[in-house]
């Protein structure tokens, strides 16, 4: 069946600490990946996105993602975090399942980043 | 301004009452889908709609039910047969529901407590 693993469900960092958010899923034929947060008191919005071509890909407020198909993982990072980075991340696949497009979420991972 | 909205914000139903959560998009989007969100569980699909008229089930649908007479709306029924009602309702768009244009924008949520 397909599946999304998020293994870090929590994660405290300091200010300035690098941040690696791990995803991994389990999912035949071509996938779309997406990371998604949700700030404290906001909506779920999207915070990048891969379908294809180069498998690094930056989205917004200097985080950028990596899919290594050989690994199925989509791992969430960012050089240097902040206070406001504090929030709860979701990994989400879509693709095909007989012949219907799916989308699947991750269990998330809240982050909680100390001044 | 575009967006989803979802009505209301805060709910609360006696048991054994069914309650009808609202949804209305304005971004012309065909596909919309509606997710539960309880804590350490991520997102669970509840129902989806690639296009008006029609609509699926998704993972956890029993006890709900929707309907998609229009584009921009979407709305959602607990029924007193769901035996947990009591969580986060999240709606959402995307332009279509297929494998392109799928990034998926949320609205800000109902909180739904069964007394």
């Known amino acids: 069946a397909q599946s999304v693993s998020q293994h870090n469900h929590h994660v405290i960092l300091s200010e300035a600490a690098s941040l690696e958010l791990g995803c991994n899923y389990s999912y035949g034929g071509t996938v779309n990946l997406f990371w998604y947060v949700q700030y404290p008191g906001q909506h779920l919005q999207l915070l990048l996105k891969y379908f294809s071509g180069d498998p690094l890909v930056k989205g917004i407020k200097g985080f950028e993602a990596e899919f290594i198909k050989s690994k199925f993982s989509f791992n969430l990072r960012k050089p240097s975090v902040q206070w406001s980075d504090t929030a709860e991340y979701f990994c989400?696949?879509?693709?095909?399942?007989?012949?219907?497009?799916?989308?699947?979420f991750g269990t998330g991972t809240r982050l909680k980043v100390l001044a | 301004d575009g967006g989803i909205t979802q009505s209301p914000k805060y709910l609360f139903r006696k048991e054994g009452q069914n309650v009808t959560l609202s949804c209305e998009q304005n971004?012309?989007?065909?596909?919309m889908y509606w997710y539960r969100q309880d804590p350490g569980q991520g997102l669970r699909l509840i129902y989806y709609s690639q296009i008006v008229n029609d609509f699926q089930k998704g993972d956890i649908a029993e006890g709900y039910s929707v309907s998609r007479e229009k584009k921009e709306s979407f709305p959602l029924t607990v029924t007193s047969a769901q035996k947990n009602p009591t969580a986060f309702y999240l709606c959402?768009?995307?332009?279509?529901?297929?494998?392109?244009?799928?990034?998926?924008?949320f609205g800000p949520g109902t909180r739904l407590t069964v007394l």
């Open positions: 959402a768009s995307s332009i279509s529901g297929g494998i392109l244009y799928n990034e998926q924008f």
């Open positions: 971004l012309n989007h065909d596909a």
């Open positions: 989400a696949v879509g693709g095909y399942t007989s012949g219907t497009y799916k989308y699947i």
